[in-house]
């Protein structure tokens, strides 16, 4: 499967993937009468939520339904069972201490600028019949744009409001940090300057999965009355999910340091960020080493 991903994406198919694209667009209308979209929250109603009665959330978009799905290989984790059963429960659970995210354009395309919303016609036209079957259409689910808030939107002004009301959810709180080794979320940035204190747990930039149950130890042995805040793929939703069942705050917290980056650069296309792990860039899973003082001094363990 990911050797046919990797053909199927390659320069050769550019052309052939452009029509494929306005295509499925077209049949986007039909599509959603037979196939039901779910009930999603706006992004605000979302972050208000997790605010108001701190609560967690786990954020699903098309990539990890089709894990699901189709025992899809993504480039950053590999395919596991276990991972995907862990996914199937998360995404019906009743668990009322954890939201479950979903795109926001599930939700509406009035938002995305034109490019944008012609790419989720399409995706939805060609993914949604097959992941439809994974949710509970009489569940609420919030909106797992909460950490995609630039990219894409046409209203700048909203972004940033959206971004304040995250940056909102610790201020004045100990955070706890869980990414991935080259990731590094807020370094040289202001992301979380209202925070009382970082700290971080680093794990495997890829197939972080098979370091879960190490990483989940240590965590509780920093967590106290931390704010967690998770950025790993698809293993982030299931450690929230376990945190949050133990009574836990934990937000997978995913994309959200590059769309402020991006934000605060005024960028039209997602460009690489010196020192960060950029997956959707080309060339931006190559990083150098991190020298950043207050960075290196916020890890407190490693689980790699």
Same mark, same amino acid.
């Given at each position: 499967?990911? !050797?046919?991903?990797?053909?199927?994406?390659?320069?050769l198919f550019?052309?052939?993937?452009?029509?494929?694209?306005y295509g499925?667009?077209?049949? !986007?209308?039909?599509?959603?009468?037979?196939?039901?979209?779910?009930?999603?929250?706006?992004?605000e109603?979302?972050?208000?939520?997790?605010?108001?009665?701190?609560?967690?959330?786990?954020r699903f978009?098309?990539?990890?339904m089709?894990?699901?799905?189709?025992?899809?290989?993504?480039p950053?984790?590999?395919?596991?069972?276990?991972?995907?059963d862990?996914?199937?429960?998360?995404?019906?659970s009743?668990?009322?201490?954890?939201?479950?995210?979903?795109p926001?354009?599930?939700?509406?395309?009035?938002?995305?600028?034109?490019?944008?919303k012609?790419?989720?016609?399409?995706?939805?036209? !060609?993914? !949604?019949p097959?992941?439809?079957?994974?949710?509970?259409?009489?569940?609420?689910y919030?909106?797992?744009?909460?950490?995609?808030?630039?990219?894409?939107?046409?209203?700048?002004?909203k972004?940033?409001?959206?971004?304040?009301?995250m940056?909102?959810l610790w201020?004045?709180?100990?955070?706890?940090?869980?990414?991935g080794?080259?990731?590094?979320?807020?370094?040289?940035n202001d992301l979380?300057?209202?925070?009382?204190?970082?700290e971080?747990?680093?794990?495997p930039? /890829?197939h972080?999965?098979?370091?879960?149950?190490?990483?989940y130890?240590?965590?509780?042995? /920093?967590v106290?009355?931390k704010?967690?805040?998770?950025?790993?793929?698809?293993?982030?939703?299931?450690?929230?999910?376990?945190?949050?069942?133990?009574?836990y705050?934990?937000?997978?917290i995913?994309?959200?340091?590059?769309?402020?980056?991006w934000?605060?650069?005024?960028?039209?296309?997602?460009?690489?960020?010196?020192?960060?792990?950029?997956?959707?860039?080309?060339?931006?899973?190559?990083?150098?080493?991190?020298?950043d003082?207050?960075?290196?001094?916020?890890?407190?363990?490693?689980?790699?």
């Amino acid at each position: 499967m990911s !050797y046919w991903l990797n053909i199927h994406y390659s320069p050769l198919f550019k052309i052939p993937r452009k029509i494929a694209k306005y295509g499925f667009s077209a049949l !986007y209308p039909l599509v959603i009468k037979i196939w039901e979209l779910p009930q999603v929250k706006s992004i605000e109603e979302t972050i208000l939520a997790l605010s108001k009665n701190r609560l967690c959330i786990a954020r699903f978009g098309d990539s990890e339904m089709l894990y699901i799905a189709k025992g899809l290989n993504l480039p950053y984790q590999r395919f596991d069972k276990r991972l995907a059963d862990e996914l199937s429960e998360i995404l019906l659970s009743k668990d009322d201490h954890i939201l479950v995210g979903l795109p926001d354009a599930y939700r509406t395309l009035e938002d995305f600028k034109p490019n944008i919303k012609i790419f989720w016609r399409s995706q939805i036209t !060609y993914n !949604y019949p097959t992941i439809y079957k994974l949710l509970d259409l009489t569940k609420q689910y919030y909106n797992a744009n909460i950490t995609r808030l630039y990219y894409g939107y046409k209203d700048v002004q909203k972004s940033s409001y959206h971004f304040s009301l995250m940056r909102s959810l610790w201020e004045e709180r100990n955070v706890l940090l869980i990414e991935g080794e080259k990731s590094r979320l807020g370094m040289g940035n202001d992301l979380f300057a209202d925070a009382i204190s970082v700290e971080r747990i680093l794990g495997p930039a /890829h197939h972080a999965y098979d370091q879960i149950d190490n990483l989940y130890r240590e965590v509780l042995k /920093h967590v106290t009355e931390k704010l967690v805040l998770v950025a790993m793929g698809p293993t982030a939703k299931a450690l929230v999910y376990r945190l949050a069942q133990q009574g836990y705050q934990a937000i997978d917290i995913g994309n959200l340091d590059l769309e402020y980056e991006w934000f605060k650069r005024g960028v039209k296309e997602r460009v690489i960020i010196p020192g960060k792990y950029v997956s959707e860039v080309k060339g931006g899973r190559n990083v150098e080493d991190a020298t950043d003082e207050v960075y290196l001094s916020q890890i407190v363990a490693k689980c790699l």
